[in-house]
């Protein structure tokens, strides 16, 4: 695992705090949505499929840190939309390091190279550019040529001395052998570690056809573990989620563990399921949602989802309640033979 240990610390502290003061539902990471307009149309978003009118809005830095403040969340990733785009986000990502949340910028890398001077290296500052394979695989999900550009400029923020990440999603069709070649290369980068997730297709993203299933998302990640042995990989992720990702977890998505703060106010559930509404306050999103109506066995929309943004917060809660099957799991590594865990049954949150 690459995550530095003062985060890991900082974020042990934030979740046994929550449990002493038996909180059931308490916040993760605050994902932070300030705009929907991008300079690319990746089949895996469908943001800008938005009308123009609401392509045009920003929400005001002001906001993003009320936000924040509002929701208490040690961690924060910025998307949309892509955010270099926002002309506050220099201001944002300042004030959410001055607060001391440790903030993901997540971008495609097309603007990161002639704006990363407008920000300062900061051990609570990661840029996470997204990379979902080698050239030609990237740049047939994005457009020719986004992938050199994200290259070079993940190569130059490492160069300057921040923290970055390479966030990837893995789409059907990407074979493992494809997959683990392509984490040598990012490892080569000099990267802090890989964010890694299988494709969801959830209901606004398009060519639903590219993306995984359930089961056959468990199979390719065994194969994909199985190759990495001894290679020396670095996630950005809990070991446990890995083992989930392996299937050898039966756990039930958190979705209150990720709240989304974007536009049109704090999305229910969580930032996959548009249309579930907005709820106008932290606190009402908390308070007024019926959590009991998604995850797996309760929603169709969720059968097929095994995102971190949903999955992470419940294997970091099992981190910290099962300290030596985690530490078993990261002597050992992901588990790829063998009978997988059996899916986990609804049960009330």
């Not at 939309?81 to 001391?100: D, F, N, Q, S, T």
């Not at 000099?190 to 398009?206: D, L, N």
């Amino acid at each position: 695992m690459s995550v530095p240990f003062v985060q890991r610390y900082r974020i042990a502290r934030y979740v046994i705090a929550q449990r002493l003061q038996k909180r059931h539902r308490y916040p993760l990471v605050l994902m932070l949505e300030p705009l929907f307009r991008c300079n690319l149309a990746c089949p895996g978003c469908g943001k800008t499929d938005y009308p123009d009118e609401v392509l045009k809005r920003r929400l005001p830095a002001e906001d993003c840190l009320s936000a924040s403040d509002e929701c208490g969340a040690p961690v924060v990733s910025i998307s949309g939309g892509e955010p270099l785009l926002h002309e506050e986000m220099p201001l944002i990502v300042a004030g959410l390091v001055k607060r001391k949340r440790f903030v993901y910028l997540c971008t495609n890398g097309l603007l990161l190279g002639p704006r990363i001077q407008d920000y300062v290296p900061s051990p609570y500052f990661t840029v996470s550019v997204h990379l979902d394979g080698h050239r030609a695989r990237h740049d047939a999900l994005t457009r020719p040529g986004v992938y050199d550009l994200a290259v070079d400029a993940i190569r130059s923020a490492c160069a300057k001395g921040f923290r970055v990440t390479v966030n990837c999603t893995v789409y059907e069709g990407m074979a493992a052998e494809e997959t683990a070649t392509f984490f040598d290369f990012v490892m080569g980068l000099g990267v802090e570690g890989i964010t890694v997730s299988p494709a969801y297709r959830y209901a606004r993203a398009r060519q639903k056809e590219a993306f995984l299933v359930r089961d056959r998302s468990k199979r390719l990640f065994r194969e994909i573990f199985k190759m990495g042995k001894g290679r020396r990989w670095r996630f950005n992720q809990s070991n446990l989620f890995l083992d989930f990702l392996a299937g050898n977890q039966a756990y039930q998505c958190t979705p209150w563990g990720n709240p989304t703060r974007n536009l049109f106010g704090w999305q229910k559930p969580c930032y996959l399921l548009a249309g579930e509404g907005h709820a106008p306050s932290f606190r009402a999103l908390m308070e007024e949602t019926d959590w009991s109506r998604y995850g797996l066995g309760r929603n169709p929309m969720c059968a097929d989802c095994m995102l971190h943004s949903g999955f992470e917060p419940t294997a970091v809660n099992d981190t910290l309640k099962h300290p030596l099957k985690a530490l078993y799991v990261y002597l050992r590594g992901q588990r790829t033979e063998g009978p997988m865990a059996a899916e986990s049954s609804p049960v009330d949150q």
